[in-house]
């Protein structure tokens, strides 16, 4: 070995340990910091801490191997029939662990039982070629690849920083989900979760849906939360392709895991700088502002070209193609399991044990509930493929459970997530005081537009208990259309004019809207 080969050794040494040497790093860390890096190269703890010492003690020169050493690389420690033994092993069968070929050696050779160290193995075995990466998937060939327009492809997985929040008086691991869409690089939906679970999962994807419109495809990893019956089953009735990825291929959701580096070397150290444990609320508010301050909003080298910066928010809001959206109900109705009931003379119809109050106009009918096992407050009822209404659970008021008050968090320390956050919240309090133009597109008929119809038809301001009526009124029916409300109004006020009580109205346009849709009358806006 030439003095060349012997400093790129020392080098590659130095890499391994830089970590350990550059830096103070205080004596109970050590150990931590040792199996960390002993994980990250392949190498033993103990080899780590003697490269640590000899470096300290005689800089580079002290990592570079013997000069004297011929023999660099070459087989010596057993002889060269067991390695093409070990070789042929492997190739029969490349899931075969190393240790698992040491031991059919030890069966077929004797003589080499207790001769033959794992790590000396793997080095040989490497060396040739024979790793089980390399033969389980032979001559493969990756090429990058770009989707021509947003939402035709999303990609969604979960990632697991070293961070963590507090629920209940309990600390639990923080879980990420994201949904990045692969041909802006914008993060259609995202957020910190309790668990791995299919709701979650479900409730994120509707999120992003409502939000983005429609994906073409979406991409996924094998884990049960995103290939069950819950999310594949959701995406078949949205006519969304589902496509799981193949075991072993990390590097086609290597869209998301460059995002998730992102988030590891950005957020993370930030977060975790803070002195607090938050809650997942406040992890939340935190990537809110994160996301919208920092990630969407800075150049992205996949979208960028020389001299043409390109941020994600840029690259999706510059792109032509129409989103495909969809009313909530629909999207609702996806996820959701179905049974058939009837309405019985008090309006109500059971299911699980629990009852659930319709309008009196159908009692008497056979109905079909669409329902979710996890959220058992409402059902929405449908005929003949036709939304309905949305049918709250009935208690009786003295069985209304009560929630607790949660008590105040004090403020967490300065940082560039309060920076952020400070930045978003004033964000929205001008939108909120100025609406930004919207180029044309239509405006969703909302709940606050709907009292804003109703105040201007009855030339007064909705107060107090009136504006819980008509939100109430407006859960109840799962919506209102604003052509159905404007007419139900006018026709209501033409007939009784604007002296009668709020409820009056209300009811009035829940009835119109139920006719309506009894009727197959126009869609929801």
Request: aromatic share 10%.
């Given at each position: 070995m030439d003095d060349e080969q012997r400093l790129k050794v020392a080098l590659r040494r130095y890499a391994a340990i830089s970590p350990l040497v550059e830096a103070e790093v205080p004596h109970g860390a050590q150990a931590e910091l040792l199996r960390r890096l002993a994980a990250e190269h392949g190498l033993?703890?103990?080899?780590?801490?003697?490269?640590?010492k000899r470096f300290r003690e005689g800089g580079l020169d002290q990592l570079k191997p013997p000069a004297h050493r011929s023999d660099w690389g070459k087989l010596a420690a057993f002889p060269a029939e067991w390695l093409d033994e070990a070789v042929r092993l492997r190739e029969e069968e490349p899931r075969r662990s190393t240790m698992t070929i040491i031991a059919l050696l030890a069966?077929?050779?004797?003589?080499?039982?207790?001769?033959?160290?794992?790590?000396?193995?793997?080095?040989?075995?490497?060396?040739?070629?024979?790793?089980r990466k390399r033969l389980a998937q032979p001559g493969r060939i990756l090429r990058r690849f770009e989707k021509a327009a947003r939402n035709d492809l999303w990609v969604a997985d979960f990632c697991l920083p070293e961070l963590s929040f507090q629920q209940d008086g309990e600390t639990h691991r923080a879980i990420?989900?994201?949904?990045?869409?692969?041909?802006?690089?914008?993060?259609?939906?995202?957020?910190?979760?309790?668990?791995?679970?299919?709701?979650?999962?479900?409730?994120?994807?509707?999120?992003?849906?409502?939000?983005?419109?429609?994906?073409?495809?979406?991409?996924?990893?094998?884990?049960?939360?995103?290939?069950?019956?819950?999310?594949?089953?959701?995406?078949?009735h949205l006519g969304i392709r589902?496509?799981?990825?193949?075991?072993?291929?990390?590097?086609?959701?290597?869209?998301?895991?460059?995002?998730?580096?992102?988030?590891?070397?950005?957020?993370?150290?930030?977060?975790?700088?803070?002195?607090?444990?938050?809650?997942?609320?406040?992890?939340?508010?935190?990537?809110?502002?994160?996301?919208?301050?920092?990630y969407h909003t800075r150049p992205h080298a996949?979208?960028?070209?020389?001299?043409?910066?390109?941020?994600p928010q840029q690259a999706w809001d510059q792109d032509p193609t129409p989103l495909r959206r969809i009313d909530p109900v629909t999207v609702d109705g996806a996820f959701l399991l179905r049974e058939n009931r009837r309405v019985n003379k008090t309006a109500l119809i059971s299911w699980e044990g629990r009852w659930y109050l319709c309008d009196d106009a159908l009692v008497g009918e056979r109905v079909e509930i669409r329902f979710h096992p996890a959220r058992p407050e409402s059902v929405q009822v449908w005929k003949d493929g036709r939304f309905l209404q949305v049918a709250p659970r009935y208690l009786p008021p003295e069985n209304v459970p009560h929630q607790p008050k949660l008590a105040p968090r004090s403020t967490p320390h300065e940082s560039l997530l309060d920076q952020l956050d400070r930045d978003r919240q004033a964000l929205l309090r001008t939108r909120l005081a100025q609406p930004e133009a919207t180029g044309g597109c239509q405006h969703p008929f909302t709940e606050a537009a709907a009292a804003a119809l109703i105040e201007q038809a009855l030339g007064r301001n909705l107060q107090g208990r009136e504006l819980d009526w008509?939100?109430?009124?407006?859960?109840?029916?799962?919506?209102?259309?604003?052509?159905?409300?404007?007419?139900?109004?006018?026709?209501?006020?033409?007939?009784?004019?604007?002296?009668?009580?709020?409820?009056?109205?209300?009811?009035?346009?829940?009835?119109?809207h139920l006719r309506a849709r009894r009727k197959g009358g126009s869609a929801r806006v």
């Open positions: 033993a703890p103990d080899t780590l801490w003697r490269w640590a069966g077929l050779h004797p003589e080499s039982q207790g001769r033959i160290a794992r790590p000396t193995l793997d080095r040989h075995l490497r060396r040739l070629g024979k790793t990420l989900l994201a949904i990045i869409d692969h041909r802006t690089r914008l993060i259609v939906a995202g957020g910190f979760v309790p668990s791995r679970q299919a709701i979650y999962v479900e409730d994120m994807l509707k999120r992003a849906i409502l939000h983005h419109g429609l994906p073409r495809s979406l991409f996924v990893d094998n884990g049960a939360e995103l290939v069950g019956s819950l999310i594949a089953g959701g995406c078949q589902h496509i799981r990825a193949h075991v072993g291929e990390p590097e086609a959701r290597g869209v998301v895991e460059r995002f998730f580096r992102t988030f590891q070397e950005s957020f993370v150290p930030e977060m975790a700088a803070k002195a607090m444990i938050p809650t997942l609320a406040e992890l939340n508010r935190f990537w809110d502002a994160w996301l919208e301050g920092f996949a979208l960028s070209t020389p001299g043409k910066p390109r941020s008509l939100a109430d009124a407006w859960r109840h029916s799962g919506g209102w259309e604003a052509l159905i409300t404007e007419s139900a109004v006018r026709a209501y006020l033409a007939r009784y004019g604007p002296g009668r009580h709020l409820t009056y109205y209300l009811e009035f346009i829940q009835t119109a």
